[in-house]
């Protein structure tokens, strides 16, 4: 069987493989196995967004930025979700800009098309509405998080969040990605990568994190990360870490 067949057959996006047979199969036609390498914009802030996007391992950064040109991830969209999910809202453009990070395979549809098998309502609606709920869920507990939790805590958090989606413990970040995505300054997140690399947790070495003790990363990061977790797998059926089933 080649690569794209079993795509189309067995889904590796989890939100594609939670639709039922029937719906999903509807879908088929209009899906297109693409490539994202790295630093492709799939929207960008205030242009209409003309596709959505059900990555696999590849990763997406929902990026703000700011007059003066900083930049700040308010979201990551992998294999458990998707890029471009406002165009069921009843709009398609937004603030914010779409920019890989990790190159990967993705299915890709026309916004247009998607919006019209979402307005039929039944199965396909249901389930992207939770998806949306669950973003929205992630949203506010990420701006708590932001101002009450550590830089380190937050490190700790957006690392476990990047190996969930990736379904990996080891993949390509600068530390000067990671500054950008937190909104703080790259000496700020040096210290905290030092800190948990010193305590056996990870490693980095030459743009590449790998988590080396993941109970203690747990432990380390703010509850954020399992309470996102949780509500993942509450709304939409994504299993959730031993310490996230604890947690509630």
């Given amino acids: 069987m080649s690569l794209e067949k079993s795509f189309f057959q067995q889904p590796p996006n989890k939100l594609l493989a939670t639709l039922p047979a029937s719906d999903y199969e509807r879908l088929v036609p209009h899906l297109k196995l693409v490539s994202l390498p790295l630093g492709q914009i799939l929207y960008r802030a205030a242009e209409p967004i003309t596709h959505v996007y059900f990555p696999d391992k590849a990763m997406v950064s929902i990026v703000t930025t700011m007059e003066d040109g900083s930049t700040a991830e308010v979201g990551i969209v992998s294999n458990e979700g998707m890029v471009g999910m406002l165009v069921i809202l009843g709009d398609n453009t937004t603030t914010t800009t779409a920019l890989v990070q990790i190159s990967g395979a993705a299915m890709q549809i026309n916004a247009d098309i998607l919006t019209a098998e979402f307005n039929r309502g039944g199965a396909i609606q249901k389930l992207l509405l939770r998806y949306v709920q669950a973003v ?11 101002r009450f939790h550590t830089l380190e805590e937050r490190l700790a958090r957006w690392l476990l969040t990047v190996s969930d989606r990736l ?17 703080v300054r790259r000496s700020g997140v040096t210290v905290a990568a030092s800190t948990l690399s010193r305590a056996g947790m990870i490693s980095y070495q030459r743009g590449h994190i790998s988590i080396l003790n993941r109970e203690d990363l747990e432990a380390t990061s703010c509850e954020c990360h399992q309470v996102i977790q949780y509500e993942f797998a509450r709304l939409l059926g994504m299993k959730p870490s031993n310490r996230a089933k604890k947690f509630f």
């Avoid at 929205?136 to 932001?146: D, F, T, V």
């Fill in 136 to 146: 929205y869920s992630e949203l506010a507990q990420g701006a708590a998080c932001n």
């Fill in 167 to 183: 379904e990996s413990e080891n993949f390509p970040l600068t530390q000067e990605f990671i500054s950008q995505m937190l909104g």
